[in-house]
């Protein structure tokens, strides 16, 4: 069997988004459809073939802008709630990682660990939170690879809310991303 000449992007699935500080019940039901896409990207796709990015903050955390506006310590380096949850990463998968201090990360663009992005035929990108680091490195992956198309993967995705989760699916879409359940892609 050929492999496809894709990646799949996987955005802060972290210990401290799911079951710890900023613990969220959707995360958690997203899980699986996140353990399942990666699997399949990790048996169908050129390797590497997953990308991860880990939020990553130092103690200084409620020194930063984003401390001050989100006061709550989450995902410190080298801590239990900053490992990636250990269903995003199946067995006979190497964890390819990221490591970002804010919501977008620029090197996601340039830096891809091997995996050559902008020779990709499609990006699919999963992940934590949908409204907040999934949309914006979706619109950096976009703006740096305009021609190649992305995909988010709906159901394995999760948001600070149901609604936020819906809203920046479809600020996404706006912005050509092709909204999709994992179901409908494999």
């Known amino acids: 069997m050929e492999r496809q ?7 802060d699935v972290q210990e ?6 900023l613990r969220n019940e959707e995360a958690i039901k997203a899980l699986p459809v996140i353990h399942d896409a990666v699997v399949y990207a990790n048996e169908h796709f050129k390797s590497p073939s997953v990308l991860y990015t880990l939020d990553t903050h130092t103690i200084d955390y409620l020194k930063t802008q984003e401390g001050k506006n989100l006061p709550v310590p989450h995902c410190i380096h080298h801590t239990d709630g900053w490992a990636l949850c250990p269903e995003a990463v199946p067995d006979g998968v190497t964890p390819y990682t990221l490591c970002k201090g804010t919501f977008g990360s620029m090197e996601l663009a340039d830096r891809s660990y091997g995996a050559d992005l902008c020779a990709a035929d499609e990006i699919w990108i999963c992940g934590f939170c ?8 979706f619109q950096i992956l976009k703006a740096a690879y305009p021609e190649i198309p992305i995909v988010v993967i709906e159901d394995a995705c999760a948001g600070v809310t149901p609604e936020l989760h819906e809203a920046a699916l479809k600020v996404m879409q706006s912005c050509q991303a092709r ?7 494999i």
């Open 5 to 11: 000449n894709k990646i799949l992007v996987v955005i």
């Open 16 to 21: 401290d988004f799911a079951r710890g500080r």
């Open 130 to 137: 949908t409204d907040i680091c999934v949309s914006a490195n």
């Open 179 to 185: 909204i999709a359940k994992l179901d409908e892609l």
